[in-house]
């Protein structure tokens, strides 16, 4: 009969093969099978025979049976076993000849008819026996196929086995039932006992080489279960250590590495270099460095302008000279260079928590690097302060902050400030792509809360030049505020053609040209330039403009702020280095105030609302998000000046 096998993957067919010639080794074993005394047993159970008979041919002739099976001669053995069972089926020693040819049967690849016999055997009055019947009942399930119920046989008999021949079947035809069955922590558990096993060299060895096998294919729940399953002084607990150690740590878990860490060293495991690495760097993460903190910005690439700007307004905050090293009471900045790269970023995490012990971080500013640095610093445990404008970012834990205000909130502030002017429908002119979209959702619900009507908006292609058609669109529309975000050299070009559509930006004071609409302008933070105000001011009279930081109009903080930038830098501050500033400070701030941990600086943040601030931002609401995120200002004659609400 033609053996199934069920294994797939040359390694599992190969221990099949293994467990095969540990059978035919077995069937040398126990050499009185008469006694059937032999494995499995206890260690203390009696080795007297248990099955005898009163017919010396009886007994002579099942001799001659095993005496073949012990010589390798199967064919003799099964006609001799037959013989036996076909003369004497009444004789005691019946279900030991039923042992015997079914040990023969499994060796010669009949799986099958090998296990009927068994599972008569495991039936018998004598308990010894019947064990000798369910082990090799449980041997047939495996090679038949059927994984669960070989372990529900043969897991009892773990520690029972006497005969290292039969010690090795036992825990080879386990471990290979646990791997059918893809419970690969639980394979390891056996080929660690059959690796320290008192079995012969070759079947340890092959323990080993599975074990190596396996342990590299766990999964991080598998590694952390067997750490505490598996005994510290077996063969298998060491590489799972090892390699829980660097699962944990690709994880960004280091916590749990210095715990393994700490276990491998107790329990003298060595290390090779760059695990020893890993487990110093966790333990580097470990400690706050309270007068230390790190920042991430682009400092090559396509925001490298801004990122150098950010740069230098924390190097501001920080009080760190322009040259030399600073002197020993000054706060430690340390910085990388992001570069626009996710991967980059949350690598920048890593480096200033591992090796620089900071107390918190700045940055990143673009958005995709800006998430994948808040899941590392939320893995981390350090507080993440990004000068991104998503309003999501907070959701990637109680440990990312956002300096930066969001579409939302420059929609709520700009809504607002026209609300108080008189203005009661509003609309949009929009460029179409995705910053226009998200700014006339932002405004429609802004409008909406404010208990104003949401009048509809036209748009216009992202590189248009002439705004003709959308121009008659918009004027179909009922409206006396008119929301336009784009940057300030769409503006240049929008600002004279709305005036020539008879749609003019109006500061409710001065009179309109016959025949003109006046209309009150809102205006995003991207619209604004050093040209605009220049190049389109006479068109843009009464708009309102929404800005985190503006330093010509700036007062009080803002003004000294803008000041020393520009004493220091010789050129003005923007937003990025205000915003750079701002979140040094507070941190600063809560740190001088006592906070002692990480912790303790988050929480402290989140309770910061109302700090003075060089920009709008004015600290950190609970949930994490700029207190007030920007300013409104309005275009009067050449100067931009903070509305009633936003003087300081």
């Not at 063969?235 to 700490?262: C, D, K, M, N, S």
């Not at 500061?507 to 105000?533: H, K, T, Y």
């Not at 609302?609 to 995120?629: K, L, W």
């Not at 100067?639 to 609400?645: A, C, D, E, Q, R």
Request: proline share 7%; with cysteine; charged share 30%.
């Amino acid at each position: 009969m033609e053996v199934v096998r069920p294994h797939a993957g040359r390694a599992l067919a190969a221990l099949e093969e293994a467990v095969m010639r540990a059978l035919i080794l077995a069937l040398a074993t126990c050499a009185a099978l008469l006694a059937a005394s032999g494995c499995p047993r206890g260690p203390t159970e009696p080795t007297l025979p248990v099955v005898t008979t009163d017919d010396p041919e009886a007994e002579a002739a099942l001799r001659e049976a095993r005496e073949a099976s012990e010589a390798g001669d199967l064919e003799t053995a099964d006609t001799r076993y037959r013989a036996f069972l076909e003369r004497y089926p009444g004789d005691p020693l019946v279900p030991v000849a039923k042992l015997g040819l079914g040990r023969v049967l499994l060796a010669a690849g009949d799986p099958g008819a090998a296990r009927g016999l068994f599972a008569e055997v495991a039936t018998h009055e004598d308990a010894r026996l019947a064990e000798r019947g369910r082990f090799y009942e449980g041997v047939a399930l495996q090679l038949l196929g059927e994984s669960e119920a070989a372990i529900e046989r043969l897991r009892p008999l773990v520690g029972r086995t006497v005969d290292p021949e039969e010690t090795a079947l036992l825990l080879r035809t386990l471990g290979a039932a646990a791997e059918q069955l893809e419970r690969r922590a639980e394979a390891v558990e056996v080929y660690d006992r059959l690796a320290a096993a008192s079995v012969d060299a070759a079947a340890r060895d092959e323990a080993r080489a599975r074990l190596d096998a396996l342990i590299a294919e766990l999964e991080r729940d598998e590694l952390d279960a067997l750490l505490e399953s598996l005994p510290r002084d077996g063969v298998a607990w060491p590489a799972v250590g090892r390699r829980a150690l660097r699962a944990a740590f690709e994880a960004g878990e280091l916590g749990r590495v210095r715990t393994i860490a700490e276990a491998l060293s107790e329990a003298r495991v060595p290390l090779e270099r760059e695990l020893q690495s890993m487990a110093l760097r966790a333990q580097r993460t470990g400690r706050t460095d309270l007068g230390a903190i790190g920042a991430i910005l682009p400092l090559s690439g396509r925001g490298r302008e801004v990122g150098q700007n950010a740069l230098q307004g924390l190097m501001l905050g920080a009080g760190l000279p322009l040259d030399g090293p600073p002197d020993g009471d000054t706060p430690r900045v340390f910085f990388r260079d992001g570069a626009g790269d996710p991967e980059r970023a949350a690598q920048a995490v890593d480096d200033l928590v591992t090796l620089h012990q900071v107390v918190a971080i700045l940055g990143p500013i673009d958005g995709r690097s800006a998430r994948a640095a808040a899941r590392r610093a939320e893995e981390l445990g350090v507080p993440l302060l990004t000068l991104t404008p998503d309003p999501r970012i907070v959701d990637e834990g109680p440990m990312v902050f956002r300096l930066f205000p969001a579409p939302s909130d420059e929609a709520r502030e700009l809504v607002a400030e026209a609300r108080r002017r008189g203005v009661t429908r509003i609309a949009a002119l929009v460029p179409e792509h995705g910053y226009g979209a998200t700014m006339r959702e932002a405004f429609r619900v802004a409008t909406e809360e404010a208990g104003l009507e949401w009048a509809g908006a036209a748009g216009y292609a992202a590189d248009a030049t002439s705004f003709r058609e959308p121009l008659e669109e918009l004027k179909r529309l009922r409206f006396d505020g008119l929301v336009l975000p784009d940057h300030a050299r769409k503006l240049v070009l929008l600002a004279p053609a709305l005036a020539a559509a008879d749609l003019w930006s109006h500061d409710g004071e001065a009179p309109v040209p016959d025949g003109a609409r006046p209309v009150r302008l809102l205006i995003p933070s991207v619209g604004l330039d050093g040209q605009l105000v220049r190049s389109a001011g006479r068109y843009l009279q009464g708009a309102l403009f929404s800005q985190p930081f503006h330093g010509p109009s700036a007062t009080g903080p803002g003004r000294r702020f803008a000041d020393a930038f520009r004493d220091r830098y010789e050129r003005p501050a923007d937003v990025f280095a205000a915003a750079a500033f701002d979140g040094f400070r507070l941190v600063r701030g809560v740190v001088d105030a006592g906070a002692q941990s990480r912790a303790e600086v988050a929480e402290r943040l989140q309770q910061s609302a109302g700090a003075e601030t060089a920009s709008a931002v004015r600290g950190f609401r609970p949930d994490r998000q700029p207190y007030r995120g920007t300013r409104v200002l309005e275009l009067r004659g050449p100067m931009l000046s903070p509305t009633l609400g936003d003087a300081d």
